[in-house]
């Protein structure tokens, strides 16, 4: 509802419509909706400057053993792809007091995993500094490195995961971070986009091909069995052939673990939408099946590495095809299936790989 041709639509299209708010008024639904009701009128609660960070609104979370924490919203980057910069506003963080409150407060009650969430973590706290927005620094936190160094700290928690991280804000204090905190699982999502310096340009994605290879280099180098995930996009105006073979040379070369692949899809309002350029979509079919092949090709070899060897596993449940059996998730997110008591939902155990099945990996629990 930012978007004001997205406004301007529902108004014209669905005039039964009572409430119309965005994503900088969501704290106001409650009341907008009670004068909905009582006043008998229509309600429009959008406003186009940048929204503030209102801390102690209800969450309600679906799991009792993993729970995401927002330690920022918005973002600055402005993806020549992405609505969000105009949506969300500008970056701003949350207090570390705050965060660290939350988690404890998670931890005490009997959350195991925490997944620290901003559209781009590694720059938490960066705006702050740089225009003298004050903050209060709390148990040595005043960026996403110390951050992280504290929440592993925390009691009760003994796992942490962060999404999304920018390679370009990718400093070596948080590399560091992530080798020497326990808790912090070494599978890093880290989004390529594209293979193609030309193509990430457009995308103002402010890396190169050899920037983000270095960088990877740098990571595994410094972090102990670390994995990598990653998010590419197909098809991206004015991307050729000869461009998108350098993202399957960056995927053979890095060798992820998971990778997320879209296909590219215009959105009003942003400037990707406005270039001349754009991929036929036949072409932009062909090449995302070309990248599932060679994502494919792999899994088998990446799945293998794990067969006979132990791994702690993170139990969060019965597995949704057989309630006889139990799903949990090793420190590099793969999903394994074993058989245990139900005792164990919530617990981390050690679960020796029999098997690997593409999608997902076979365990026993060894006496």
């Known amino acids: 509802m930012q978007e004001k041709h997205i406004t301007d639509k529902i108004k014209t299209s669905y005039p039964f419509v009572d409430i119309l708010f965005g994503t900088h008024t969501l704290f106001r639904f409650p009341e907008d909706l009670y004068k909905a009701i009582e006043e008998k009128r229509k309600i429009e609660d959008i406003i186009d400057v940048d929204g503030e960070i209102y801390e102690n609104l209800p969450i309600k979370r679906d799991s009792k053993i993993q ?91 003994e796992r942490i995961r962060f999404i999304s991280p920018h390679p370009k804000d990718f400093t070596d204090d948080v590399i560091d971070a992530i080798a020497t905190c326990e808790k912090v699982c070494k599978l890093i999502h880290l989004p390529l986009q594209s293979g193609n ?51 399957l040379d960056v995927v053979e070369r890095v060798n992820f673990e998971q990778i997320y692949m879209f296909i590219y899809s215009r959105r009003k309002g942003t400037p990707a939408d406005k270039m001349d350029n754009q991929v036929p979509e036949d072409i932009k079919h062909i090449r995302f099946n070309k990248l599932k092949g060679l994502f494919e090709s792999r899994i088998e070899e990446n799945n293998n590495k794990y067969v006979g060897k132990m791994e702690k596993v993170l139990v969060e449940g019965e597995s949704k095809n057989n309630k006889d059996l139990l799903t949990g998730r090793t420190d590099s997110n793969k999903v394994v299936i074993f058989e245990g008591d139900k005792s164990l939902i919530g617990k981390i155990i050690d679960v020796k790989i029999v098997s690997q099945h593409m999608w997902y990996l076979k365990g026993k629990i060894e006496n």
Do not use: H, W
Request: proline share 4%; hydrophobic share 30%.
């Open 197 to 247: 310096t030309k193509v990430l340009k457009e995308m103002n994605r402010k890396y190169t091909k050899e920037q983000y290879l270095e960088l990877v280099e740098k990571m595994k180098k410094k972090i102990p069995n670390l994995t990598l995930s990653t998010d590419i996009i197909v098809g991206f105006p004015g991307e050729t052939d000869e461009e998108f073979l350098d993202t």
């Open 67 to 157: 729970a995401s924490v927002s330690i920022m919203n918005g973002c600055n980057n402005f993806c020549t792809y992405c609505i969000v910069p105009y949506v969300r506003g500008r970056e701003r963080s949350r207090q570390p007091k705050d965060i660290i409150d939350e988690v404890k407060e998670l931890a005490k009650k009997g959350y195991k995993e925490i997944t620290l969430l901003g559209q781009n973590v590694n720059s938490y706290l960066r705006v702050e500094k740089e225009k003298n927005i004050p903050f209060e620094k709390y148990e040595g936190v005043d960026s996403f490195a110390s951050l992280l160094k504290a929440v592993d700290k925390i009691d009760g928690i």
